[in-house]
């Protein structure tokens, strides 16, 4: 049953909900597995050259810290793979959301250097990878819905991706 795994512009707008539709329009025409294998990539790479003065900076009074930035792509994910795996297993149950700005407190972010913070990411997304590589065409077309919205599978793949993506160029932009 090895899948065929799709491309980003294949999503349809009708997979997600609009407030994903940015984390999509990151991604350029990419196949799946493989958005999730370079934006790891692109990741970790760009952790290691974090200056280690910038890793509690904060761009402007209430935002979140570099590290807290890196702990929200984390938890994010991992959220996001637990309702692909419901999804894919058929689970009709609607998932409620969960709200970013109530984990980040209590994420002890502050208090984990970078290489914690590196293995946690990598442990992270070695298990979505290894996820998705088990999914099927059909898996991957399958959805649920959280609070009331609609969400695929195989969207769910690539908002991870593209909330890394979307993370990362705000990191470059304002942190950095």
């Known amino acids: 049953m090895k899948n065929q ?3 980003s512009r294949e999503l349809l707008e009708t997979e997600y909900h609009t407030r994903y539709s940015n984390y999509i329009l990151a991604l350029d025409e990419t196949e799946l597995l ?7 990539a692109e990741l ?18 209430g935002k ?4 807290e930035v890196l702990q ?3 938890d ?4 996001m793979a637990y309702r692909a795996l419901r999804f894919a297993r058929n689970d009709k149950t609607d998932i409620p959301g969960f709200e970013q700005d109530d984990y980040v407190p209590y994420s002890g972010a502050n208090n984990r250097n ?3 913070i590196m293995v946690d990411f990598k442990a992270a997304r070695l298990n ?20 009331g919205n609609k969400l695929s599978v195989r969207a769910i793949g690539f908002i991870i991706s593209g909330h890394l993506k979307h993370h990362l160029r705000i990191l470059k932009e304002r942190y950095i």
């Open 72 to 74: 929200h792509i984390i």
């Open 114 to 116: 970078r290489n914690e």
């Open 76 to 79: 994010t994910e991992r959220i």
């Open 44 to 61: 970790l790479a760009f952790i290691v050259d974090i200056p280690e003065d910038r890793w509690m900076y904060r761009y402007a009074e």
């Open 128 to 147: 979505s990878v290894s996820l998705f590589h088990t999914f099927t065409n059909e898996m991957l077309m399958r959805s649920g819905t959280v609070s």
């Open 34 to 40: 493989e958005a999730l294998k370079n934006t790891e």
């Open 5 to 7: 795994m799709m491309h």
């Open 64 to 67: 979140w810290t570099v590290a």
